[in-house]
């Protein structure tokens, strides 16, 4: 069974720093990456996305401050979040796309609640 576990969430003031991590199980991923839905009925939007081979993306709105990277440990990925905004409250899923035999298959995680103050 496939499962993507999200930690590190919660309420930090506007300028300060978190730590997202998600520790996945149950498939190898060819992409593993970070959405986040900023108010309920939204659709989840892409904050950055991590491929096995290394390449890596952003969206324009948290370059810069925002970081994805891969663990040590298999299919564990991390989002460090410097210079936290108010618009960056949200709750952040991960993501896991598997690929087998052209066949690609979306996983996402329960979603970990960030909270950025004013």
């Known amino acids: 069974q496939v499962k993507l576990v999200e930690s590190g969430g919660g309420l930090v003031q506007a300028g300060g720093s978190l730590r997202l991590s998600c520790a996945a199980s149950g498939s190898t991923f060819a992409a593993m990456g970070w959405y986040r839905r900023q108010a309920p009925g939204k659709q989840r939007d892409l904050v950055a996305?991590?491929?096995?081979?290394?390449?890596?993306g952003y969206a324009d709105s948290v370059k810069g401050r925002l970081t994805i990277s891969r663990g040590n440990a298999k299919n564990t990925i991390y989002l460090q979040m410097n210079s936290l905004k108010p618009e960056d409250t949200a709750v952040y899923y991960c993501?896991?796309?598997?690929?087998?035999?052209?066949?690609?298959?979306?996983?996402w995680g329960q979603g970990t609640q960030v909270t950025v103050s004013s």
């Open positions: 996305l991590i491929d096995s081979g290394g390449n890596i």
């Open positions: 993501y896991g796309q598997e690929r087998r035999n052209g066949v690609a298959v979306d996983y």
